[in-house]
């Protein structure tokens, strides 16, 4: 099925560790994103991709950093994670900067303990 | 402060009955307006999206209106069934290239 792919589903890691959720969308879209959802507030955007071989900070990029590897797939790395790392991420994509067809995966619940 | 914002932040309706969400934004320059569906533990899905034009837009028993000059909008639900239990989101795009601003969500319960 076309769409959104994002691994893994569940991690859980300690304070110090660091790890990588990937990302990869079928659709032939150019642009990608990475967001991050909390308990009673909205999705925020952490970095995004508008095409292949270009990146930019979203509203809360720190702590994180990204690679558009191809068009296919964009990486979100965390260094040196912390509690307040503690989230659900989610990877989109969507069809240039009128968000056409944009679509999410189905997300990662990170825990860090 | 959101620039996004909804209401109620939850609510609980029987099956079969209708409801309706809110959604007031102050975002500008308006692009796009998007109501998205997000089943617990999966990603948003989208159901309808309106621009500055457009007033109304269905998707089966989901109605989105739109009222760009007060910036309002709200999604009605007719006929609610158990799979329509979920988060609701309004995600409002701003301008060329502009990033979404997204509500916190309206948790919508529906009891047999």
């Known amino acids: 099925n076309a769409g959104v792919t994002q691994t893994p589903k569940f991690q859980v890691l300690k304070t110090g560790q660091s790890m990588t959720l990937q990302c990869a969308q079928d659709m032939n879209h150019n642009s ?14 952490i970095y995004y991709s508008a095409s292949e071989g270009t990146t930019d900070k979203g509203e809360v990029p720190n702590g994180y950093n990204v690679s558009r590897l191809n068009k296919r797939e964009f990486s979100l790395r965390l260094e040196s994670a912390a509690p307040s790392q503690t989230s659900v991420y989610f990877c989109a994509s969507s069809d240039g900067q009128l968000h056409y067809g944009y679509t999410f995966g189905s997300g990662t619940r990170l825990t860090v303990v | 402060k959101n620039q996004v914002e909804q ?3 939850s609510l609980i309706i029987l099956e079969g009955k209708n409801c309706t969400l809110q959604c007031n934004y102050t975002v500008s320059p308006f692009s796009n307006l998007r109501w998205y569906k997000q089943d617990t533990g999966r990603g948003p899905v989208s159901l ?35 799979s329509d239990s979920a988060s609701y989101i309004c995600v409002v795009s701003a301008g060329s290239w502009g990033k979404l601003q997204f509500g916190a969500g309206t948790q919508v319960v529906v009891t047999p």
Do not use: V
């Not at chain 2, 009222?67 to 309002?72: H, I, N, P, S, V």
């Open chain 1, 32 to 45: 990608m994103y990475w967001y991050r959802q909390d308990p009673g507030m909205g999705l925020r955007l």
């Open chain 2, 7 to 9: 209401s109620p932040q």
């Open chain 2, 48 to 82: 309808t999206i309106m621009t500055f034009s457009e007033n109304t837009k269905s998707n089966g028993r989901y109605t989105a209106t739109l009222d760009a000059d007060t910036k309002q909008s709200s999604l009605h639900i007719t006929a609610s069934q158990l």
